[in-house]
């Protein structure tokens, strides 16, 4: 398809010949008078009604990781939930190994499926109480 611009619209041309008159948002009109079914010129520009839409480039949305400092993370827990969890650190291996990981890190990723399944497994032992782990996390 081509089109030609005119004072009053469009020409829309198909195979030569002159197919459909149209004013500058795309809606049909009725041949002007003086232009009739003579093409006035075959290569202008089409409007912008009859591109193709553009295509957009997409990319997948990945959140920024959630980082925390390891005070504002202790922060999350009550004193009370820390001196418990010290207190388990010195008697149950497990406790004492993923407080020592914790020492180790430099910030804590909320999103880090080890940060998460440790506060749960701290939740699990009893060490925060029920529900605590998602407040910690959220």
């Known amino acids: 398809m081509q089109y030609v611009l ?11 010949q002159v197919v459909r008159f149209a004013d500058l948002d795309g809606n049909t009109i009725s041949a002007p008078v003086g232009y009739g079914g003579v093409v006035i010129d075959a290569n202008p520009p089409a409007p912008a009604w009859a591109l193709p839409d553009p295509v957009v480039e997409t990319t997948a949305y990945v959140p920024a990781p959630r ?53 749960h497994a701290l939740e699990a032992a009893g060490l925060i109480g029920e529900g605590r782990a998602n407040e910690i996390l959220a």
């Open 6 to 16: 005119l004072d009053i619209g469009y020409q829309e041309i198909s195979n030569g």
């Open 67 to 119: 980082l925390l400092t390891k005070l504002n993370y202790m922060n999350r827990f009550t004193d009370a939930e820390l001196a418990g969890i010290y207190t388990a650190a010195k008697s149950v291996i497990q406790v004492e190994v993923w407080l020592e990981k914790f020492k180790a890190a430099t910030d804590v990723d909320l999103d880090d499926p080890r940060t998460q399944g440790g506060v």
